[in-house]
C-alpha cells in the first residue's frame, strides 16, 4: 500500500502528521510523494483562516484527481470544525475530529485489511515545512488516556534545516507539551477545533527531551497552542517544567516556541536570566496594540502590561556587550472595528514602544462560530490588506534595526546541516541568521562567533 501526506498550518499539525506517518511505514507501507499516485492520502488541515479552509479543500480535489480510485483521509482543525462540509468531498473515505485521531491509523490500517497490532515506535519523517521557522523533518510520539478521553498528543518534532532524508544530521527539535486552550477570544477557533487547555505530566516530557538528547539533537524548541499555560491541570507551573528540563545532559539549548504576555512572569524572567539553557528568543502574541480592540475580543492582558513584561524581559538579560533579545510579535490587522485610528495606534506602540525584532502579520479572517463573525463593523479586504502591507514594512525596517544593534557582538551559532550555494548556517542565541562556507566537520555543532 502506498500513502501520501500533506500538512497545513501550525507546527503541531506536522509534529502530529509524523505520528499517522510512523504508525503506516511500521505497518508496511511505503510513503510516496503527494503528488504520485497512492492507495491513501492523508491530509492534516488548517481552520485558522478562510484561506486555509479553502487550501485544505483544494488538496482534496487535487488528490481525488490524482488518483480517483484513492481513499483520502482527512483530520486536523477543520476536520473537527466543519466534518460533514468535509465529507460532501468527492473523493474523501473518512473524517477524524480532534478525539478520533488515535483511530487514523487502526482504522485506515483496518480499511486496508492490515491486522493492528502493538503501538510501535518506531520513527517516521515529515515532508514539509514550518511556516515560521522553515524546519523539515519532524518525529512524534503520541499517546491517549486508556479510557479514550481528551488527551495531549505527546509529540517531538525533529528537524534539521531544509532536509528530509532521515541519513542527515539532525539539530533542532519541536517538543510539544501543551495543547488546547480556554481564553475563547472572539475570533478564534482554537478551543473549538483542538479543546480546553491540558498539558503532559513534566516527568513525561522530561523523558522525552532524554529521547531528543540520546539521538544528538542539541536545541529544542517548546510548542503548544497555550505553551505558559503548561500545567493548569496537573498542578504542576511552567516555571518547574523548565527547570526540569534545564537539568536534561545533552540538551545545549532550549526556546519556547510562544508564549501569552500574562503567563510570562518575574519569576520565570529572573530564573531564565539566571544563567540557563534557555535563549535570547521570544515570541509573544500581541494581536493588536488598541486597549479598545483587546478588549473587545476578549485577550487578558492590555498594552501596558504588555510593555511591562517586554520592558523587564530586557532589563533582566540585556547586558552591555552581550546580544539583545529577539522578539516575535503576532499581530492580527482588521480586526472588526478597527478604525484607521485604532490600526494607527498599534502601529505607533510597536514602532515606538516595543521595537520586536519580528513581526508576524496576519488578516483577521472571519471564522464561522466565532463571536466576532457575527459583529457588524467589519473591516473591508482591501484596507485589510493595505494594513497588512504597512507592518509588513514596519517589520522590515525594524528586523534591519536589530540585525545592525547586534553587529559586533559575541554570540552562538548552532550550525545546520542544509546547504545553499556552498553556505551551511544557523541562529545565535536571540535568533539572527548566520552563514558562513558549508563543513560537514561543523554540522551540530555550537560556535562562538562574533556577529
Known sequence: MKIAFSTLGCKLNYAETSTYERGFVAAGWEVVPWTAQADVYLI?????????EKKSRNLIRR?????PEGRIVVTGCYAQLRKDQLLSIDGVWKVFGADEKKQIVPDTLAMAGVVVGEPVATLGHVRGRDPQDALGERDVW???RSDGSPTTTPAIASAAFGAYSSGEERTRSFLKVQDGCDNFCAYCTVPYARGRSR???ICEVV???RDIAAKGVKEVVLTGVNTGDFG???GETFLDLLKALNKVEGIERYRISSIEPNLITPEIVDWIASGTKFQRHFHIPLQSGSDTLLKRVGRRYDTALFASRIDYIRQAMERPGEPLVFFGIDVIVGLPGETEELFQETYDFLKNRIKPAFIHVFPYSRRPGTRAAEWKDQVQDSVKTERVASL?????QLHADFIQANKGLRSTVLWESSVKNGLMGGYTSNYIRIEQPYNKDKVNTIDDIII
Request: aromatic share 0%; proline share 3%; glycine share 6%.
Open 207 to 209: 523523558k522525552m527531551a
Open 142 to 144: 503520541e499517546g491517549s
Open 232 to 234: 493548569r491541570t496537573g
Open 63 to 67: 488528490a481525488h484527481k490524482t488518483a
Open 199 to 201: 498539558s503532559l505530566p
Open 44 to 52: 492534516n488541515t488548517c481552520a485558522v483562516t478562510e484561506t486555509a
Open 392 to 396: 509588513e514594512a514596519l517589520c522590515e
